[in-house]
């Protein structure tokens, strides 16, 4: 079955670090992969996706690359703010399968 | 803000007792999910519906059951509470299940619950 790994948490930064969270997946055929990010209190937001292998998602300053070699879907930013404190989960799903299945999660906290 | 709505925010109960959780898709979104969100499960889908009919089934209980309407509001049915039951449960709608869908879904803001 499918399965996502994520770096495990929490992480803590300093304002204007770079950030990478990993992520590393199982999945039969072609995914799709995706990030999402909650907000302290909020429910999860859509941060960004890519469809094939190659592709890149990008949105707020993040980036994240298709990897299909290494299976990986790594979350990176240049330079963090303290906004961008929040649990990132790292996600896929597969074509005629549309369920999301999740990483568990990781925290990050950007101190000023 | 997502489109996807949710309520009630907050449900605390009892052991034993029923809730039932509602969920408003986007608009034109034809397919509403289930997530459970838990600090020893993490998040687990739970079921899908696809214009009223039942799609896809995950890690759902015995005690749940879900249903979709014909204006598209989907409601998930949690019977005889457990502690463990304890967890926010979100909603999550897309557009539509067919050739090319990537599956991008967007989700409501949780119903948190609490059970006693």
């Known amino acids: 079955g499918n399965s996502v790994t994520q770096m495990e948490g929490p992480v803590t930064l300093s304002e204007e670090a770079f950030l990478t969270i990993n992520c590393t997946y199982t999945a039969t055929g072609y995914p799709s992969l995706f990030w999402y990010v909650q907000y302290p209190g909020e429910g999860l937001q859509l941060l960004l996706k890519?469809?094939?292998?190659?592709d890149k998602g990008s949105n707020k300053g993040f980036e994240a690359t298709y990897r299909k070699e290494t299976t990986s879907f790594h979350l990176e930013k240049g330079s963090v703010q303290v906004s961008d404190s929040a649990v990132y989960f790292c996600?896929?799903?597969?074509?005629?399968?549309?369920?999301?299945?999740f990483g568990t999660g990781t925290r990050l906290t950007i101190i000023p | 803000d997502s489109g996807v709505t949710q309520t009630p925010k907050h449900l605390i109960t009892a052991t034993g007792q029923r809730v039932t959780l509602r969920c408003s898709p986007r608009s034109g979104d034809l397919s509403v999910y289930w997530y459970q969100q838990s600090l020893d499960q993490g998040l687990q889908f739970l079921i899908q519906?696809?214009?009223?009919?039942?799609?896809a089934k995950g890690n759902i209980l015995e005690r749940f059951s879900a249903q979709q309407f014909p204006d598209l509001h989907s409601e998930l049915n949690l019977s005889s509470l457990e502690l463990g039951d304890s967890a926010l449960y979100f909603c999550a709608s897309s557009v539509y299940i067919g050739e090319g869908n990537t599956g991008t879904q967007f989700f409501g803001p949780g119903t948190r619950l609490t059970v006693l």
């Open positions: 890519a469809t094939k292998a190659d």
């Open positions: 519906y696809y214009n009223g009919e039942e799609r």
């Open positions: 996600a896929l799903s597969n074509f005629g399968n549309e369920k999301l299945t």
